[in-house]
């Protein structure tokens, strides 16, 4: 089975642009997260979902990030406008509903913003 | 805020020796327990949960948990360079906050031959 999806892998901006970071959940998962990954903050929860629904936003950072979920199978994470500060691994990870379920990682964007 | 623990590390063990890592966590109420791995430039990767006292074993990791204590720790035995990666606790959210994991900062071990 495939695992979750992100796209782009790697994405190199310039201060100010828009990013959009995409991903596609494991097949008949409940919920999906969107994290960042720093070395001085470590694995950060920006936002999650269940069923397509927003649950907690708490995480992101400023107005500048965004995230929607369409549908069952789609996310996108945006930045607008993009800074520096902004530079760090973004992880996808989705999970059963049940109690007790493990999350599951995509591969990662890397994103630099120059 | 749920909080989780682990010892700050780096750890670093020679090759063949057991590794302990180790975690705490502030909600009692925590009932599922995952022990991440991460590889550098690579994405968080489940080897382990436990969800009851006691031990767990899978091959070369053991996996303890003690709820009155709220500590979980993971054994690996006879380490490999192959181990050498960092290793994040998660503990489960309930309630309202069900279905979110809340992480550690890891723990990087490094084993050398």
Request: charged letters at 20%; a negative charge.
């Amino acid at each position: 089975d495939a695992g979750v999806i992100q796209s782009p892998r790697h994405e190199v901006t310039e201060m100010g642009q828009e990013v959009t970071l995409r991903c596609k959940p494991i097949s008949g998962h409940d919920y999906l997260f969107w994290y960042r990954q720093t070395m001085m903050r470590g694995l950060e929860l920006l936002i999650y979902f269940n069923n397509n629904v927003p649950i907690d936003d708490s995480g992101m950072p400023e107005d500048r990030f965004s995230a929607k979920m369409p549908n069952a199978s789609f996310s996108t994470l945006k930045i607008q406008p993009s800074e520096p500060r902004d530079s760090a691994v973004y992880f996808c990870a989705s999970s059963l509903a049940s109690e007790g379920q493990p999350q599951h990682f995509g591969d990662g964007t890397r994103l630099s913003i120059l | 805020q749920k909080e989780v623990e682990q010892n700050s590390g780096p750890l670093s063990v020679p090759e063949g020796a057991i590794a302990s890592l180790n975690c705490t966590y502030s909600d009692r109420v925590s009932q599922s327990f995952f022990w991440y791995r991460q590889y550098s430039g690579k994405s968080p990767e489940l080897i382990m949960s436990i969800y009851s006292n006691g031990d767990k074993e899978d091959g070369r990791f053991t996996a303890q948990l003690n709820k009155a204590s709220q500590y979980v720790s993971l054994l690996i035995r006879d380490s490999q360079p192959s181990d050498s990666a960092t290793y994040l606790c998660a503990v489960n959210g309930r309630g309202s906050t069900l279905g979110r994991l809340y992480f550690g900062r890891g723990t990087q071990l490094t084993v050398w031959p």
